[in-house]
């Protein structure tokens, strides 16, 4: 049976305690919520790349929640790192980290694209509510393009835009994956709609598309 644990808000002391706990697999819970745990602003990085470190080598957590923390681009390097590196993990979300992603340079977001392009495990990842923008959105793409794992994305409210719209169409164009995407919320006009449509129309893969709530 599945077993979730929740951690949300502990102590960065106690952090390290379990940092070590999971790095020796000692914490047999498959799933881990650690949604919720930083205020924004208060990300301890030291304490963030302890924790990441240990969840790289472990080997019995398949679900990984991390939302609502306001990580930096410095963190989310650490998220790379463990996507590259980790064996089980099936499910990540990262969603509701807003303010935390700024993606107008080269930062953890390249290195998180870059990971998505080795990783042959994870099958859902939810990265919704992260103002990616266009740039934000065109790294993790170029990561998604040949990824051979992943089933099912979330890129809603990204405020991606007609501007990243071309983004998408190469995602549908080249990716033989994904079966579901979800993008809704994101400014998208009858334009960006027409430039998705032309990727969808060369996908053999995709079966759920979410476009509500943008502005067709």
């Known amino acids: 049976a599945k077993a979730s644990l929740n951690i949300s808000k502990i102590e960065d002391k106690g952090i390290d305690v379990f940092a070590r706990l999971i790095n020796k697999n000692f914490i047999t819970a498959t799933e881990l919520d650690f949604s919720s745990s930083y205020e924004y602003g208060k990300v301890d990085l030291e304490k963030l790349q302890t924790l990441a470190y240990s969840l790289e080598k472990n080997t019995t957590i398949t679900k990984l929640n991390f939302s609502k923390n306001h990580i930096c681009e410095e963190g989310l390097t650490y998220f790379a790192s463990i996507i590259a590196k980790n064996i089980t993990i099936t499910n990540l979300d990262l969603s509701l980290n807003n303010n935390g992603f700024i993606s107008s340079k080269k930062s953890g977001l390249d290195d998180f694209g870059l990971s998505l392009q080795i990783n042959k495990t994870l099958s859902i990842l939810n990265l919704s509510y992260n103002s990616l923008r266009k740039a934000g ?60 449509a032309e990727g969808l129309a060369k996908n053999e893969t995709l079966n759920t598309l979410d476009l509500s709530l943008n502005r067709i």
């Open 137 to 196: 959105t065109e790294k993790i793409i170029r990561g998604l393009k040949n990824n051979t794992s992943i089933k099912e994305l979330n890129l809603s409210v990204n405020i991606i835009g007609d501007e990243g719209a071309e983004c998408i169409k190469a995602l549908l164009s080249t990716n033989k994956t994904l079966t579901k995407l979800d993008i809704s919320g994101n400014a998208f006009t009858d334009t960006g709609i027409s430039k998705i």
